[in-house]
């Protein structure tokens, strides 16, 4: 393995560790906060720490004609307004999902917008293989095995993280089509800013946080902010410079496994076999949609896989 490989594939690791037990962490802060104060108070600290990057990386930006450095992209804010509405209402969903659920089974079910990206891009045009269907049926199934009741009910919780998934997808769609247009570091400060601020207004008007609350729940709202939000992203970003496709797959998906790791071992929740089960097949569903087209090109670009 080249050295550049290897140092790209510990970087994925440790942020699909600090990812997976960000679950454990997002609902350790809600014993004292409401969901839209962590994400408010969580998002903005996660845009402070992308501060430092932008200023050291502010010579690599366009010039303005009169030199003064200043970034000239006027639909900047724009693709920041829309990029950070879309963390906004999947991180909502995420985190009052979290109120009615396990960290584990919120971990694995919105791993599957991993699956959902693939079927969605065929609304505009994007192909896929039969990876991805494949993998959306294993993924369907382990999902039904993991929240659908004997009573062929889906908990509240579990509802809500799949719909947050969603969201999570749309927002994966909308970067690909705006990070090419723009400075990945300012549109990645302006999103999160843009969430903190809806997720604080929200607050102010169904919720009530104190001082005392926000400072019990500081650990927990410093680990999603400054460690899941701004360094796993900073981390992630560094690692695509050098990254081998399938190693990311795979090790961004154990995200989903640190999750219900993370779960067990700091909240003490317990999966049923069904549950195990149903985890199995989503993670392999998972894998097969990011997966079945690396490997395919890979036979096609040497001469295994004949077409034509």
């Known amino acids: 393995m080249k050295p550049q490989h290897l140092k790209s594939d510990l970087l994925f690791l440790l942020s699909a560790v600090i990812w997976g037990f960000a679950f454990v962490a997002q609902r350790m802060g809600m014993d004292h906060v409401g969901p839209f104060t962590f994400n408010g108070i969580r998002f903005f600290l996660g845009a402070m720490v992308l501060v430092p990057f932008i200023y050291s990386n502010r010579n690599n930006q366009p010039k303005a004609p009169d030199g003064s450095g200043q970034i000239r992209n006027r639909r900047l804010v724009l693709y920041g307004g829309l990029a950070g509405m879309a963390i906004f209402a999947g991180a909502s969903l995420q985190q009052v999902g979290l109120v009615y659920t396990t960290a584990g ?101 169904v919720e009530t946080a104190s001082v005392a609350a926000i ?38 998906s154990l995200e989903a496994v640190f999750a219900a790791v993370g779960g067990w071992l700091i909240l003490g929740e317990v999966m049923s076999r069904r549950g195990m089960v149903g985890c199995s097949l989503m993670f392999t569903g998972m894998l097969m949609s990011q997966l079945y087209g690396l490997v395919t090109k890979r036979e096609q670009d040497s001469g295994f896989f004949k077409t034509g």
């Open 105 to 205: 089974k919120a971990g694995f079910i919105t791993g599957l917008y991993v699956v959902i990206v693939p079927i969605m891009g065929l609304l505009w045009g994007q192909r896929t293989n039969a990876g991805t269907w494949g993998g959306a049926l294993m993924a369907a199934a382990g999902m039904y095995l993991l929240s659908v009741n004997e009573d062929l009910t889906v908990s509240f919780g579990d509802l809500l993280e799949l719909i947050g998934a969603i969201f999570w997808a749309c927002h994966i769609h909308l970067i690909g089509w705006i990070s090419p247009k723009t400075d990945s570091l300012q549109l990645a400060f302006l999103q999160f800013m843009v969430c903190a601020a809806a997720s604080l207004m929200t607050a102010l008007v």
């Open 215 to 252: 400072a019990a729940a500081a650990l927990p709202i410093v680990y999603g902010g400054a460690l899941s939000v701004g360094v796993a992203y900073t981390l992630q970003v560094v690692a695509q410079r050098h990254a081998h496709p399938a190693h990311a797959a795979i090790l961004l």
